[in-house]
């Protein structure tokens, strides 16, 4: 049997980890193994908020170990906001229940503003309510501007007696009815005009805060996203965590930090559904034959297989990217919304694979799959939704493919404190550099791997010869052009990322060849799509014809091995507790 890349409960050792957090990691796998598949399909079906996981995480300071940084809490010395176990911890969340698991980001995000704040007062305050167990929010978001933090309309007024009050209203914030919210705010004079950017911490238990709206949004049954209004809330130097353009820069360092979990969560989601819609097939007969004898149900187990760990090792390798910024080094400004969007659709299109194989099956409810065809669906069109993520990403296409710098090679890096992510520098993201990705592509000899390097060159040459204005490219009117564009440019450092994890990870090379042909087919699809429905002009439809006409490299053999070593063993490697105790009848 061939290593098995994927996390998998009942095989999980925290390999790389320390003692203590492994113990918390296997404590919440055995809460969660305990709830069992049944109560959490009757948490979502009676949207039962997900208390038990709440009092659980309480219980074993799981939070309060995740993240506290570095000189807080209990243990200050030792502790340490780590993105490594940060991002496991996400992903074993997910494989579970998404709304365990949105509790916990939420909360990273809720304390993004905190932690990179100069007020003490409230950093300690903020350690101490990790060890009571409470959780977080991230007040951004308004039902009229949506994520649109220009058109903020929370306000703070300052009264003649010297006091603060807070009025306005947040509209789909996670954890409203109970986290402590780090809330985004402006100053506002007695004449109306607006002031300073703030961060205000809210507490749904002042008699101010009224937590007025539950949204029961479908793939959140068993989390808590609302709708919170601060009427005269008191405020003053205590609970105003940040005054002034540091407070508009923490807004968004703190996405670039929390949100890039967005696309860790599908790897979950995907990686469940995968065990159990492969031991559902395997043990299903139809026609005298197992159903996973049918060739083109095995092409879909293969391609799920192969799709969920390349997101696996991309998101494994883009944090150490996080974990290595600097001032002089921002390249993770690329990678966060690549995981956004790119690893969340490939989420996607790993689970409707095997969705394909399951068919009606998985519109049963009592199965996992039931649950994970919705729900992931969810990350790429939330949080910003894959095409604002891909406006984003359009920003790195020059310094990627032509501004290169000489980094010293990056190492996969263990355990640590990352507090410098709180201490991030701003500027344009087009003046990120990159080291040439063409010697990590280009290193590799694999027959897919290079015909897809192949393409990535021509896709080079297209903005070489034919360039795009950087304006231009992000311009509203113009992001339909941009579209499959730069869905094209995503792959590239996708790619990269995965092929540098790959050696770090020992990982075979059939696995990443075979993986590779499906990156091939998706780069070839983006160019059909972009000859078939843009003006693009003799010279650029000649290179994306050279896109199409490359072609995979097919190897049966390698392809029967894959099957026979590697996902052929895992039809009982994982069944979840009461999976099979358990009738739609309920």
């Not at 039962?48 to 807080?72: C, N, Q, S």
């Not at 994520?147 to 300052?158: K, P």
């Not at 550099?433 to 896709?459: G, H, I, M, S, W």
């Not at 029967?560 to 069944?575: G, H, K, M, S, V």
Request: aromatic share 12%; glycine share 6%.
């Amino acid at each position: 049997m061939a290593k098995n890349f994927l996390f998998n409960p009942s095989t999980y050792t925290g390999e790389g980890l320390d003692a203590k957090t492994v113990e918390v990691m296997k404590s919440t796998i055995a809460r969660l193994e305990h709830h069992g598949l049944r109560e959490m399909k009757m948490d979502d079906v009676n949207n039962r908020y997900a208390e038990y996981f709440v009092k659980h995480e309480k219980d074993i300071g799981a939070f309060a170990l995740m993240l506290t940084p570095k000189g807080y809490g209990k243990d200050p010395e030792n502790a340490m906001f780590d993105l490594r176990r940060i991002t496991e911890y996400n992903e074993m969340l997910s494989f579970y229940n998404l709304a365990c698991r949105y509790i916990f980001q939420v909360s990273i995000l809720g304390l993004g503003p905190i932690w990179m704040s100069d007020n003490e007062y409230i950093k300690n305050k903020a350690a101490q309510d990790l060890i009571d167990g409470r959780v977080f929010g991230f007040g951004c978001s308004e039902k009229e501007h949506g994520a649109d933090l220009y058109a903020n309309e929370m306000c703070i007024t300052e009264l003649p007696d010297g006091k603060m009050r807070t009025d306005g209203e947040k509209y789909y914030i996670g954890n409203s009815d109970r986290g402590l919210i780090s809330t985004f705010a402006r100053f506002k004079d007695k004449d109306g005009n607006w002031g300073d950017w703030a961060w205000v911490q809210a507490d749904p238990k002042d008699i101010h805060y009224n937590d007025r709206k539950h949204i029961n949004a479908s793939y959140l049954h068993t989390g808590y996203v609302g709708e919170y209004l601060l009427v005269d809330y008191p405020t003053d130097e205590k609970n105003l965590i940040t005054r002034g353009q540091k407070a508009w820069d923490d807004a968004l360092a703190t996405v670039n930090i929390g949100k890039f979990q967005v696309g860790v969560s599908p790897i979950g989601v995907a990686t469940h559904a995968f065990y159990e819609c492969l031991h559902h097939s395997y043990n299903r007969w139809l026609y005298g034959h197992r159903v996973t004898d049918m060739p083109h149900v095995r092409k879909m187990f293969v391609e799920a297989y192969l799709r969920t760990v390349g997101m696996r090792l991309f998101a494994f390798r883009a944090i150490d990217y996080f974990k290595s910024s600097s001032a002089t080094d921002r390249r993770y400004l690329l990678f966060n919304p690549v995981s956004k969007m790119k690893a969340a659709l490939e989420g996607v299109t790993a689970v409707y694979q095997l969705f394909d194989a399951v068919t009606a099956r998985g519109f049963e409810s009592e199965t996992y799959m039931e649950q994970a065809t919705r729900d992931i669906q969810s990350s790429p069109r939330l949080e910003g939704t894959a095409h604002v993520n891909l406006a984003l990403i359009l920003k790195f296409i020059d310094g990627y493919f032509f501004h290169h710098e000489d980094y010293p090679e990056l190492p996969k890096l263990g355990q640590s404190d990352d507090s410098c992510v709180f201490h991030q520098s701003y500027g344009k993201m087009s003046d990120v550099t990159f080291a040439d990705y063409r010697k990590v592509l280009n290193a590799c000899e694999l027959p897919n791997v290079k015909a897809f390097a192949k393409q990535v060159e021509a896709l080079r040459t297209l903005f070489e010869k034919y360039p795009i204005p950087p304006k231009e490219r992000t311009n509203r009117q113009n992001m339909d052009y941009m579209l499959n564009l730069g869905h094209m440019f995503t792959m590239a450092p996708y790619a990269q990322l995965i092929l540098e994890a790959a050696k770090l990870y020992d990982i075979e090379d059939e696995i990443i060849n075979q993986m590779f042909s499906f990156y091939v087919t998706d780069m070839a699809t983006y160019a059909t799509k972009q000859l078939s429905s843009q003006e693009n002009g003799e010279g650029r439809d000649a290179l994306l014809l050279e896109i199409i006409n490359t072609k995979p490299v097919h190897d049966k053999a390698e392809y029967d091995r894959i099957w026979d070593e590697t996902i052929l063993p895992l039809t009982d490697a994982y069944i979840i507790n009461d999976a099979t105790r358990y009738s739609t009848n309920w």
